[in-house]
């Protein structure tokens, strides 16, 4: 080990690509064992077993020991703020803060899966996994980054960066992002941060995000046909999976693409009524389970997602499974679910930086007597959350039921010629060898939620998978060890970039 007190000048670009080059070949296997920890760690937000120290539930309460031992292990500083947010901190020499921020709680893992969720599968080169994407596996990468640089000036290579550079783990950012909400209101902002939690090359601005619980009238489930009906996992997802109980005989219902139907045996009968809160079927028939299966996407991305509670709600109107008193309803959320771009309800409109709004119907479920219906709304800046809702609570009125909304964040916009955004996209361009150009996202990450942030990778959905590998909030979520290592390499770079600038 070299000690130079003396050294003041970063290490060169060559220095550096050699020393990033050295750390993946030393440490890869180490990252992928990090990652796989994290995994293992069913860490989805469980209000019900919260407690003092676990605000968010057990999952993430056992993510965030997890990581901070992690950070503690490297040799950072590591901080715990009650279990609401971790931090770990490289000393720079001034307090000012370069920030990196991910998340390590995720979506539960929901069904359809090949491979063991909560537990790394390596094949043909990809992770597997939940969170490999969605973000465990990229706040590994850039905690592993960021370690690059302290080792660095153990090793003499680098001065004591300018910058004091702060890694935050978030266990809240799939839900309501509280976590943040209590991170700002007990720090100030870093000078600049970025998140590993969106799509490469660099994103500057984020559309805004609506969300709303749509519930129906509250009709006796002695006067409905539909007994149950269940869709989804997350409101940020187009559900993949949907189903429902029904009164009617299975020989009654034709086949339809997608559509699996099957009678229920006297004792999955008298669970499922017992379940909605009767005892008897009235009208002497026999009860079906109706499952549907689409294609999950994530809500900024939904053009790709094929709405399973659409398609089952669909089956339910087509063949008349569905009485008087429920049809109002269910017909508004089949409109909801038949377009994404807000067409069929009335809300499409675009604008130049983000492009066309989106709307999914994202995770359908039984409130008391009630249906219940989630809704997200991804929209740019010629609406506003207000007017989104109003259109929303009108459709939700007149089908005799409500509609409140529950999250409403205005876009944001960062100037893409500033130098902060051009150092990332320099660091993205000298890492890939491309000549690639910042944009705008309908995905929430935390960058929102600061003062000067950006999204910064490391996804391309661009680039083929083989079809085994699923996206994030699918099953099957997966990711490429190669586009792991390039975004090392990205971080590593951008950090030192960054630390050059005048914030």
């Not at 969170?131 to 302290?150: E, F, Q, T, Y």
């Not at 799939?174 to 007990?186: G, K, L, Q």
């Not at 008298?270 to 499952?291: K, P, V």
Request: hydrophobic share 40%; charged share 25%; glycine share 10%.
């Amino acid at each position: 080990m070299v000690e130079n007190a003396a050294l003041t000048e970063m290490p060169s670009d060559e220095l550096l690509e050699r020393r990033i080059d050295r750390y993946l070949d030393e440490h890869w296997e180490d990252i992928v064992a990090d990652i796989d920890r994290l995994v293992r760690i069913p860490s989805f937000e469980d209000l019900g077993a919260a407690a003092e120290g676990a605000p968010y539930g057990p999952g993430p309460r056992k993510a965030l020991d997890a990581a901070l031992a992690m950070a503690r292990d490297m040799g950072f500083e590591v901080h715990d703020d009650a279990g609401h947010v971790g931090y770990a901190d490289l000393v720079g020499a001034s307090e000012e803060q370069l920030g990196i921020i991910g998340h390590i709680d995720v979506v539960p893992a929901g069904p359809g899966w090949h491979f063991e969720p909560y537990q790394v599968t390596r094949k043909d080169g990809y992770l597997l996994g939940r969170g490999v994407i969605d973000d465990k596996g990229p706040s590994v990468v850039a905690l592993h980054a960021m370690n690059l640089w302290r080792r660095l000036q153990l090793d003499g290579q680098a001065p004591q960066l300018p910058y004091t550079l702060r890694f935050i783990f978030g266990v809240n950012e799939e839900t309501r992002m509280d976590d943040v909400h209590y991170y700002r209101a007990h720090h100030a902002d870093p000078a600049f941060l970025f998140t590993p939690d969106a799509e490469f090359p660099v994103c500057y601005g984020e559309k805004g995000i609506y969300h709303s619980l749509m519930s129906s009238a509250d009709v006796p489930v002695e006067q409905r046909t539909v007994i149950s009906l269940e869709g989804g996992t997350a409101v940020n997802a187009v559900p993949g999976h949907a189903q429902a109980v029904v009164r009617a005989g299975a020989c009654e219902l034709p086949a339809a693409q997608g559509i699996e139907v099957e009678l229920l045996d006297e004792r999955e009968a008298a669970a499922a009524l017992e379940a909605a809160g009767t005892q008897t079927d009235a009208a002497g028939r026999r009860l079906a389970r109706i499952t549907a299966t689409g294609r999950s996407a994530h809500a900024s991305l939904p053009q790709g997602g094929v709405s399973a509670i659409g398609m089952l709600i669909g089956y339910l109107l087509e063949n008349g499974l569905i009485g008087e008193e429920e049809r109002a309803y269910f017909q508004t959320v089949a409109r909801i679910a038949a377009a994404t771009d807000g067409s069929t309800v009335e809300l499409a409109c675009s604008d130049a930086d983000f492009g066309e709004l989106t709307i999914v119907a994202g995770h359908a479920a039984m409130q008391g007597g009630r249906f219940t219906q989630t809704i997200d709304v991804r929209y740019p800046t010629t609406i506003t959350g207000d007017e989104v809702h109003a259109k929303l609570e009108a459709l939700a009125k007149a089908a005799g039921g409500t509609c409140e909304k529950t999250r409403d964040d205005a876009p944001f916009l960062l100037d893409p010629q500033g130098p902060a955004i051009q150092a990332l996209l320099a660091s993205y361009n000298q890492a890939t060898g491309e000549d690639a150009e910042p944009f705008t996202m309908g995905g929430g990450t935390y960058a929102r939620e600061f003062s000067r942030a950006a999204s910064f990778g490391p996804e391309k959905p661009w680039e083929q998978t083989p079809e085994w590998v699923g996206g994030m909030h699918g099953p099957d979520e997966g990711v490429g060890e190669q586009l792991l290592k390039e975004a090392f390499r990205i971080y590593a770079l951008t950090i030192g970039k960054l630390m050059k600038l005048d914030l």
